[in-house]
């Protein structure tokens, strides 16, 4: 029997959609179809041994009534085409997110809220508020919005560290499933180090795969350990049906907490650029593409260049580049060491800052 085909897919939630200048009628619920958000996730190979956990582990129950005051529901309206003949109107989209600071600061997906008009977030009580978008990161996915409401109603999630994460540990997923507020799943970490591709087609490192159940409408949502920490973001699932299989993936808690930062402090996000194409054969990375303009192009990289080394460390692989440049700044200075032709060569090259 073939194989069908993986399709990978982001998760809001398309909720309904009002047409403008077309009649009146009932609101639709419908998922994202497959083929509207097609992302791709890729397995890295990363050496060495995974970290264990430490601390004392709660049970499920213990996770959410910790955790479930913390997390919201957030409900966005955009423009868009909405009739069986492109007419224009406006539709919205749901999603989940969880507060990040008794400011009122709420962490989502950047695709949750993507083009919004209006948002408004549900928190644990029931109460509705209006937000505003403070930054978003189309490179990583993420996005801050900000709700005015007493810090009574608000209760911060910690924030954990997922460099500590391990194969096989316990975890949760609390959110709005096809807008069911307050669902929780649980299941374990199932791998760690994969790759997903973001809305502007970067790569997101280290995102934790996961097989707790989440469907259209976890985007955003929490991924928490049974310390109670949140060690990720759900953002997307691998899935030949459109429903969860059993395969998501969340944005790693230590890109998140990187990423909320400066979002609340200056509204933008800057990622180090180098400006190639690259793929891996036999334990060498070489480079497919050289794009003009570019940290890469000014530096005399070309196609079929092997890099070898970044200041000083060994590249064997795509994923050991990516991290090298993302572990900078852009303006920062580094030295590659490729070869071209059986001869090696050294360059130091000035990294820009990612194009969006």
Do not use: C
């Not at 309904?16 to 791709?40: C, D, E, N, P, Q």
């Not at 209760?155 to 069911?180: K, R």
């Not at 808690?253 to 990423?259: A, H, M, P």
């Amino acid at each position: 029997m073939p194989k069908r085909p993986r399709t990978f897919t982001a998760l809001a939630v398309v909720v309904g959609a009002v047409l403008i200048g077309a009649g009146g009628g009932a609101a639709t619920y419908a998922a994202f179809s497959s083929s509207s958000s097609k992302t791709v996730v890729r397995q890295v190979t990363v050496a060495g041994s995974q970290p264990t956990s430490t601390g004392t582990s709660l049970s499920v129950s213990d996770v959410y009534k910790r955790a479930y005051k913390g997390v919201v529901e957030i409900t966005v309206t955009s423009a868009g085409q909405t009739g069986p003949m492109g007419e224009s109107g406006t539709q919205q989209a749901q999603g989940s997110g969880f507060v990040y600071d008794d400011s009122g600061h709420i962490v989502t997906n950047e695709h949750v809220v993507d083009g919004a008009q209006s948002i408004s977030v549900r928190l644990w009580n029931g109460a509705t508020y209006k937000a505003t978008l403070v930054g978003s990161d189309s490179s990583t996915d993420l996005a801050v919005i900000k709700l005015d409401a007493p810090t009574s109603v608000l209760h911060p999630l910690t924030v954990g560290d997922s460099s500590a994460v391990a194969v096989g540990e316990g975890v949760v997923a609390i959110g709005s499933p096809f807008g069911l507020e307050e669902t929780v799943t649980s299941g374990i970490v199932s791998a760690l180090h994969r790759s997903m591709q973001a809305p502007n087609n970067f790569t997101i490192n280290d995102s934790i795969q996961t097989d707790a159940a989440i469907n259209h409408g976890n985007s955003g949502g929490p991924l928490i350990d049974l310390d109670g920490h949140v060690i990720g973001v759900n953002a997307q699932i691998q899935s030949d049906s459109g429903g969860s299989e059993g395969v998501g993936f969340a944005i790693p808690s230590n890109t998140v907490r990187s990423v909320a930062a400066q979002l609340i402090a200056g509204g933008t996000v800057q990622h180090a650029y180098l400006g190639v194409a690259v793929q891996t054969a036999n334990g060498t990375v070489r480079v497919s593409q050289v794009r003009s303009a570019t940290p890469a192009r000014r530096a005399g990289l070309h196609v079929g260049d092997v890099i070898r080394a970044v200041d000083g460390k060994s590249v064997t692989a795509v994923a050991q580049l990516q991290e090298a440049i993302d572990a900078r700044q852009p303006g920062d200075t580094i030295t590659i060491r490729y070869t071209r032709d059986g001869s090696t060569h050294t360059v130091r090259v000035k990294l820009a800052n990612r194009p969006s």
